[in-house]
């Protein structure tokens, strides 16, 4: 299986305090994860909330973070806004619209066939998604 990791999944390696179970899970699946640029930005905009040598920290770490995924980041191309543009729809007829950002993830997922791991269950639980909360479901 593989997975489209949203920020708060992907972001528990940089964190103080990170989930060891969300961290060994990402080591374990290293290979089968991808990210999309709309996660690379929050992740970047979160760095530059921070000041001086947690920042420096954080930004060494996102610079790394992004070398390593060596073709894995995944943008929003043309192929990806129809898919967008369609699942938008289906969501606005059923009363069902999401975040914008979080919309743009949704859609790169269904466009490469991944799973979303996030632990926004909230935003992502819709139709023709797939999720998977490593926070709640790893044992």
Not at 14 to 30: C, N, P, S, T
Not at 87 to 96: D, E, I, P, R
Request: a neutral charge; charged letters at 20%.
């Amino acid at each position: 299986m593989n997975w489209l990791l949203d920020a708060d999944v992907l972001s528990q390696p940089a964190k103080q305090h990170g989930d060891a179970r969300v961290i060994a899970w990402l080591e374990a699946e290293q290979d089968h994860c991808y990210v999309s640029s709309v996660v690379v930005a929050q992740l970047a905009y979160w760095v530059r909330t921070k000041e001086g040598r947690p920042r420096e920290a954080l930004q060494a770490w996102l610079t790394r973070l992004t070398d390593s995924m060596h073709g894995r980041v995944l943008g929003f191309n043309v192929a990806v806004a129809h898919v967008w543009a369609e699942h938008q729809h289906q969501l606005a007829t059923s009363g069902q619209r999401m975040p914008v950002e979080d919309s743009y993830i949704a859609a790169i997922a269904i466009r490469h066939n991944l799973v979303i791991a996030t632990g926004n269950e909230k935003d992502f639980m819709r139709p023709g998604l797939k999720i998977f909360n490593p926070f709640k479901q790893l044992t």
